[in-house]
């Protein structure tokens, strides 16, 4: 037991680094190169890059398929772009934003990141990850041409510790990257991009300090170079990226409080020391919260607008029933599993609707990821079938069609799926979604564990939405 203990106590001793994050650092210089988040040491975005920023910010509205103005159905598509640490993060932050009533209901927030998949691999515009991108942004009923805002935050694996070697390869992938998503979404018009968090717990070498703190730069000379007028990263005339901005720089020195109070404690990591736990991930989604609420080029088109309001519900109902144990039920169990292979397993979720009024333009499925996720999202006509009693033996028939097919997703990321066709043409109001397996074996986190099956539902209301503060727009 004594032994067991060793690595987190090492962990917990380990010293902090002594670096100055570099919105700290400011004017100042690290092995040669300035700090601050923007040139000549600044905090500050440059006036001229701002008034772009604020005009492309002000095109940002809700558009149809083939990418045109579209107030009554259109979509303002939000992506996350980047590997594990990214989708980890993503995850709460999408969650939590799919329970916000005082931001714009339109924005439809989807996780894009994906596990082991860094920046050389996805700077490579003819990388799987791309694929993987095309198909969750389909299964959301989303296309290229509504996606308009990214968050991007990326790094690579086992960098060497020769600043500023690594990191200036790390900026190269960025602006390869950034140049991908401009091309695959021609109307990504603003781009966020942050660098990692602490790596000083860190006890692999997939990413430790100062490597973690020196990707900063990287981050940092991506936006200079777009500012000082570099050709490969235009965004007009002709755009070849995306505006860049610094998303929020999210480094602190572990335990050593920032200027603004910001620390990582040891407990915000997994065993690695490098990949988020689960306050981790709050911390970051917390964060990307505060960011995207009060940044001055996100004010356009984060707030809430008038005539449509957000409305998450929960599942009445979620169980998976198992071919190997045909008569056992796991109403209770705290996970959801899909599988097909030595046995078949389906995931059942049933939601009441009848409170909901009026015109429901989305129906955004949203589960959390346990392990792996994905699969054949298909309609149940039979919604009578009770949490604590249904089995493989007794379970309904997928009888009502294929939905979509969603892809698979990465450990504790999420998956979600348009059901809004689905949704509207129940005559009771009381829906039932079924989850297989094509190959393989998923699990989700299921309400008893916390994290529920939800539908996402964007409603046109004749209501104004609010400002801000208050109370949140009327629920019809």
């Given at each position: ?299 356009v088109w984060f707030k809430p607008q008038p005539g449509f309001r957000l409305t998450a519900v929960n599942a009445a109902a979620d169980a998976s029933v198992r071919s190997d144990q045909p008569n056992a039920n796991f109403g209770s169990a705290d996970s959801l599993i899909t599988a097909e292979g030595s046995y078949s397993a389906r995931t059942y979720l049933k939601f009441d609707l009848r409170g909901i009024v009026g015109q429901i333009v989305s129906a955004k499925l949203s589960l959390r990821v346990g392990n792996g996720g994905g699969g054949i999202l298909g309609l149940v006509n039979n919604s009578n079938w009770q949490e604590n009693t ?87």
């Open positions: 037991m004594v032994h067991a203990l060793l690595p987190f106590v090492a962990i917990l001793l380990r010293p902090d680094t002594g670096n100055v994050p570099l919105n700290d650092l400011g004017a100042g210089f690290y092995k040669g190169f300035q700090g601050g988040l923007y040139p000549g040491g600044s905090n500050v975005v440059p006036a001229s890059h701002m008034s772009a920023a604020l005009a492309l910010a002000a095109g940002i509205v809700p558009r149809d398929a083939a990418g045109m103005p579209n107030a009554q159905t259109g979509k303002i598509g939000m992506i996350t772009i980047g590997m594990s640490n990214t989708t980890q993060e993503s995850a709460p932050f999408e969650r939590n934003e799919d329970l916000n009533g005082y931001r714009n209901a339109r924005v439809e927030i989807l996780n894009c990141a994906v596990g082991g998949q860094t920046a050389h691999i996805i700077a490579d515009p003819s990388a799987n990850y791309w694929t993987i991108v095309a198909q969750r942004i389909a299964a959301m009923g989303l296309n290229a041409n509504q996606i308009q805002i990214a968050w991007l935050k990326e790094a690579n694996a086992n960098p060497p510790n020769d600043f500023p070697g690594h990191a200036q390869v790390l900026r190269d992938d960025l602006i390869q990257v950034v140049r991908n998503l401009r091309q695959k979404f021609p109307n990504l018009t603003l781009c966020y991009v942050s660098s990692r968090i602490y790596g000083g717990y860190a006890n692999t070498q997939l990413n430790p300090e100062p490597q973690a703190y020196e990707s900063g730069f990287s981050v940092k000379w991506l936006v200079e170079a777009q500012i000082s007028g570099d050709s490969r990263l235009s965004f007009a005339n002709p755009p070849n990226a995306p505006l860049l901005l610094w998303g929020p720089y999210m480094w602190a020195d572990g335990l050593t409080p920032r200027s603004d109070g910001l620390i990582w404690m040891a407990n915000e990591f997994e065993s690695d020391g490098t990949h988020p736990s689960t306050l981790g991930e709050n911390h970051v989604a917390d964060l990307l919260t505060q960011f995207f609420s009060t940044d001055s080029t996100c004010q249904i089995t493989w033996n007794n379970a309904p028939p997928i009888d009502g069609g294929t939905i979509t097919q969603i892809p698979m997703a990465s450990r504790e990321s999420t998956i979600c799926a348009e059901t809004a066709a689905a949704v509207n043409a129940d005559s009771d109001k009381i829906v039932t979604f079924a989850l297989a397996a094509p190959s393989g074996s998923q699990t989700y986190v299921s309400k008893e564990g916390g994290q529920p099956p939800r539908l996402v539902l964007i409603v046109k209301t004749k209501f104004p939405a609010k400002s801000g503060g208050g109370v949140p727009p009327p629920s019809s």
